[in-house]
């Protein structure tokens, strides 16, 4: 569904990538990688998951650019703020 699409996050062109394993050492839904400019999504995940998981990891890109970096290293605000946002949109512009 997503695989392959570009995202352009205040500048810079992240693409997504829907893998098999997104971390080998550590499960997780997905994961930005600043250095590459990926976003990598679990591909058995359904869509709705995968959707929220792509609100959190452009999330973290937001925060990195940003200089927000106490935010983007909070995975609980990460989180608590992505969820709300793709609930925000998908209940009233999606």
């Given at each position: 569904?997503?695989d392959?699409a570009?995202?352009?996050?205040l500048?810079i062109?992240?693409k997504v990538?829907?893998?098999p394993?997104?971390?080998?050492?550590?499960?997780?839904?997905?994961?930005?990688?600043?250095?590459t400019n990926?976003?990598?999504l679990?591909?058995?995940?359904?869509n709705d998951v995968?959707?929220?998981t792509l609100?959190?990891e452009?999330l973290?890109a937001i925060?990195d650019?940003?200089?927000?970096?106490d935010?983007?290293?909070n995975e609980t605000a990460?989180?608590?703020?992505?969820?709300?946002?793709?609930?925000?949109?998908k209940?009233?512009l999606?």
């Amino acid at each position: 569904m997503m695989d392959g699409a570009t995202f352009d996050v205040l500048g810079i062109k992240y693409k997504v990538r829907e893998v098999p394993v997104v971390n080998k050492d550590e499960p997780r839904k997905g994961q930005i990688n600043f250095l590459t400019n990926e976003i990598l999504l679990d591909e058995s995940m359904p869509n709705d998951v995968k959707e929220q998981t792509l609100m959190h990891e452009i999330l973290h890109a937001i925060c990195d650019l940003t200089g927000n970096y106490d935010i983007g290293d909070n995975e609980t605000a990460v989180q608590s703020l992505s969820t709300a946002l793709y609930y925000f949109f998908k209940h009233n512009l999606l």
